[in-house]
């Protein structure tokens, strides 16, 4: 087993048009202003960015971005990342009753040295530490989409 290997699935249901969660979610420069621990989110063009995140664990990742696929259609959008994680993302946006219900599936390989040092030992303690940032980010994108900026969700 690659102790360095990683899979992560949540999904977050949410009181909002399907339409307005993917459209939250595919603006992934604005991340900061909902997702506390992420930290840091810059687009270099059209398909590609930065993005610097921290959890529990006092350790900042950095990673780059880059759009593998944009489907609003079937509400899918699939990042590949590389840098202190290498990998891919996947947000899957659908209905679910009057609201929406996001997906988020990853794999992932630790690149960062000091990480994958603690690889064994600190397994337990890295999966807590998503579980908590997930949790903080459908918290954060929840109290977004109850204040949207005109009163109503963007269509």
Known sequence: MDWCRY??????DLDAPPAAVYRLLAAGDDYPLWW???????????RTGTARFRSLIPYDLVITVR????DPAAGVLE???????????????TARGTGARAVFDQEVVVRKPLLRRFALPGRPLFRLNHA???????RGLRAHLATPPSGAYPV
């Open 7 to 12: 899979r992560f699935h949540s999904h977050w």
């Open 36 to 46: 506390p621990q992420v930290r840091e989110a810059v687009r270099s063009d059209e």
């Open 67 to 70: 759009e593998a696929r944009q």
């Open 79 to 93: 990042l590949a990342m590389s840098g202190d994680l290498e990998g891919w993302a996947r947000w899957t946006v």
């Open 132 to 138: 908590l940032m997930m949790r903080s980010g459908l």
